[in-house]
């Protein structure tokens, strides 16, 4: 028999009926004050494998709302920090941090792949999808688009998920017994041997994922355990999902929601089958492309090495570097999945910049369906992004593009002030060569970050879950 656990988010009392008007008294997470609330906590024996892994989930899946805004740039700057102040006993050089950081120059082009790689729903077939998540009245058809757009998700990164299930695998080796970590290194060597889904599946289900819930419940004391075991299981069930019966199931639901209001056919339905299957092997390719590619330099003894994030952790989880380097590293990669939560409805990144020969990094956040206030049929795209300095500090910048029209509002060190204030005419010129309109400018003194779920309080509300089966 399997076990399911259902993890489920805040519901806004707007989409339900009959909801009572006062609040629960054995809710699990409160997100105004992220503690345990109502019956008194079990010991530890007590508590079967199940209600614990139960327990963490539903924490874990809040936990990216509570951070700050500039979290991630802020364990970015401190990994980046401490290699340097490492040296040459750290295993990444300052070449690479050098190449890794972005020029002003650069900027532009690198907002601009950071969007266009933020999907990789493109085509004529995802298109049609985004015009009829907008039909209203109609939500079957919407629950059935997310369907869809989760399964390919998974799908076309089936590869990624399972080496991402090795490399963290290969992380809890490290924080565990000697007697667990043979076990362990049995099914990481188990694991790298399977390439068919259904044998890798089945394995994760049956093997891995079990026995990962007996180390979650021996070693719940061990906060570096349980977020590895979590980032793990994260894996896990994204390579569940990735099932392609999943996807065709997917795909087959929205045609029969469609039947009942178009005169959609089945050979239309098996057209788009083909459309969507078509687009994941090519994406499959894309990716397989690069690794080949890689490959293919090491043989000639040329090493191809991209200078970003990931390549920037992988380097820093060296088990041959400095304790300090790795365990930071492994708290920003912690932070980096997390950041994949469900809730997590924007688009959410950070660049480091080098600006007039300083290191700094820039955290954004960019809602392209920010609805109006005054009329909820309009929206507008909203960029609000913080910046970390090692010299000038920090700032906080909030840009809203309605039709056209930008409301510009930055927030700075009180010594800047006056220097920020007299930029507006280049910046106003800035913007209108891009055909824009200033229309707003403020300036004011930054006084500390916000918290995710403050910045952006629609968050809180979304329904989202998943399944963990064990």
Known sequence: ???????????????????PKRKTTD??????????????EQLPEQKDTRTLILDILNKEIFKPLLKDTNSLAMSM????????LFGDSSTISEDFLFKMFTYPGELLDELVERDQAATIFKGEFFDSLRKLSKIEGQPQIKEAIISILKHFDCHVNLGNSQKAVIIQSNLLLEMISEEDKQILNQHIANLEKLSDFKDVNSYLKNDLIPFLSELAKKYQANKRV????????????????????????????LGNELKQITSLKDEDIAEMKKMVFDHAKEVKEII??????????????LKFEKADMPTLIRKALDREGPYKITNTAQNLLTQMLQSESPIMSLIHYMIPLRYLDENTYGEFFIDKNKKDEKNQDKKYNNIYFTIQSDKYGDFEVDLIEK?????????????????????????????EEQGYTLSNYEVGVYTGNQKIVKRFPKLAQRKVGFDVKI
């Open 1 to 19: 028999m399997v076990d399911i656990l259902k993890i489920t988010s805040t519901i806004s009392p707007k989409q339900v009926e009959s909801v």
């Open 27 to 40: 809710a699990i997470f409160d997100l105004e004050k992220p503690i345990v609330v109502g019956p008194k």
């Open 77 to 84: 700057r401190k990994l980046v920090l401490l290699t340097m």
């Open 226 to 253: 349980v977020n590895t075991i979590m980032a793990i299981v994260h894996h896990a069930v994204r390579y569940d999902k990735g099932d392609p019966e999943r996807l065709e199931q997917a795909i087959i639901q």
């Open 288 to 301: 397989l492309k690069d690794e080949i590619e890689i490959k293919e330099l090491a043989k000639l003894g």
């Open 403 to 431: 039709d056209k029209r930008i409301d510009l509002s930055i927030n700075c060190p009180e010594a800047l002030l006056s220097s920020i204030r007299a930029i507006k005419s280049n910046l106003r010129t800035m913007i």
